[in-house]
DNA sequence: TTGACAAGTGACCTTTCGTTCACTATAATA
DNA sequence: TATTATAGTGAACGAAAGGTCACTTGTCAA
């Protein structure tokens, strides 16, 4: 049963420092947040720092766990549709999940004073999803389904409007329906120009 | 000589917040790099927020001066060659000067915190670079130098991944010019796939 | 049953924060 | 020249921050 106090307290940091980031955050509310007293989490972590780098680490660690190797790479798509099918299931997985967007949050916030965050953060938004989609592409091109083209280029060209439109959900979760339809929207495009008829 | 100070403030508060957020700096800090004491700068604003306030004011009052009307559209590039260089005079403007790195670096920091913030930091990062491309397509369209397309969809994916490493410029100054040579074959490729040969 | 240990408490410490205020120096105004 | 407003100083304040510590409680192994 104790243990589970010390993942609470990544998941209540998770929350604080995504909304208010490190420096806004103070040990006395994410602590009565978890129904403790300040002390309370010092016998888990013997810092405000300590914490953030424990948080971080899990971070990283998912990331690696959930898209770092081959085996994690989405199936090629074998169809046109099944290419707007696969973005939006992953859109809509990464715009409705909290703790998605929370280390989304995280990693903005905190992207210019972290080393690893600013790390994490690049990979994040840009060049983890580009690497997937390049090989999304390349195995669409081999199938006859994609132009022939730069798979890298076309990836980038893919996944940076998208990204720039899941940064707006964030900011402003709203308009995310809207983002969302947008997203298809830019998808049957994207297609409609490179997709091999 | 007196509100000259005023003015010094609140560019060495964009130095401070751009680095450290609004949350993690501190008036003594910020006083201090002015060459002031702290209780100097109470002479100037009533409080921390109201500096935060002040700033905010400037910098939605810079970007309605610079970007807010129908004057300050680009002309429309007479070539595809000219929409590149287009492109990469803006981008290098804004990858190179320090004041415009630190607006974006504070409204992505204060993004979630504070309303007005949030708003400039989707013109600021989406709608208005989008608007903007959106004139410039119509009436390259016009002309017969881009392929008859929705002029609002082509303006989207061409802004978005150039925004998405003009952010990656702001996280990893060290890879600037690598992502300047991005942008450019980037905008390269687009016309290679839009453009009207 | 006892001992040991992990988890949590509450009081306390030090530092730093934002802010105030009585005061001084300076330069313009009447 | 006398006055007054402005800019800046330095000491002080209360609140809030991160962190420590002696102590209690509950659980499990010996």
Same mark, same amino acid.
């Given at each position: 049963?104790?243990? @589970?106090?010390?993942?609470? =307290?990544?998941?209540?940091?998770? !929350?604080?420092?995504?909304?208010?980031?490190?420096?806004?955050? &103070?040990?006395?509310?994410?602590?009565?947040?978890?129904?403790?007293?300040?002390?309370?989490?010092?016998? %888990?972590?013997?810092?405000?720092?300590?914490?953030? &780098?424990?948080?971080?680490?899990?971070?990283?660690?998912?990331?690696? +766990? %959930?898209?770092?190797?081959?085996? *994690?790479?989405?199936?090629?798509?074998?169809?046109? !549709?099944?290419?707007?099918?696969?973005?939006?299931?992953?859109?809509?997985?990464?715009?409705?999940?909290?703790? =998605? #967007?929370?280390?989304?949050?995280?990693?903005?916030?905190?992207?210019?004073?972290? @080393?690893?965050?600013?790390?994490?953060?690049?990979? *994040?938004?840009?060049?983890?999803?580009? @690497?997937?989609?390049? %090989?999304?592409?390349?195995?669409?091109?081999?199938?006859?389904?994609?132009?022939? +083209? @730069?798979?890298?280029?076309?990836?980038?060209?893919?996944?940076?409007?998208?990204?720039?439109? #899941? *940064?707006?959900?964030?900011?402003?979760?709203?308009?995310? !329906?809207?983002?969302?339809?947008? =997203?298809?929207?830019?998808?049957? *495009?994207?297609?409609?120009?490179?997709?091999?008829?």
């Amino acid at each position: 049963m104790a243990n @589970d106090t010390k993942e609470r =307290i990544l998941a209540a940091a998770l !929350e604080m420092f995504s909304q208010n980031g490190y420096a806004g955050t &103070n040990i006395r509310e994410l602590s009565a947040s978890l129904g403790l007293v300040k002390s309370g989490v010092y016998k %888990h972590y013997e810092s405000k720092e300590a914490i953030w &780098n424990a948080l971080l680490d899990q971070m990283i660690a998912y990331y690696a +766990d %959930h898209f770092g190797s081959a085996d *994690h790479l989405p199936p090629v798509p074998d169809s046109q !549709e099944a290419l707007t099918r696969l973005t939006m299931q992953m859109v809509n997985i990464t715009v409705h999940d909290e703790k =998605i #967007i929370m280390t989304r949050k995280v990693l903005t916030l905190e992207q210019f004073r972290d @080393d690893r965050a600013r790390e994490l953060a690049t990979r *994040h938004f840009l060049t983890g999803l580009t @690497d997937m989609f390049t %090989h999304v592409f390349t195995g669409m091109m081999d199938k006859g389904l994609l132009r022939k +083209d @730069d798979p890298k280029m076309l990836a980038f060209s893919y996944t940076t409007p998208i990204s720039a439109l #899941i *940064h707006l959900c964030d900011r402003e979760p709203e308009k995310t !329906e809207d983002a969302i339809r947008k =997203i298809e929207a830019f998808s049957r *495009h994207f297609l409609a120009t490179y997709g091999v008829k």
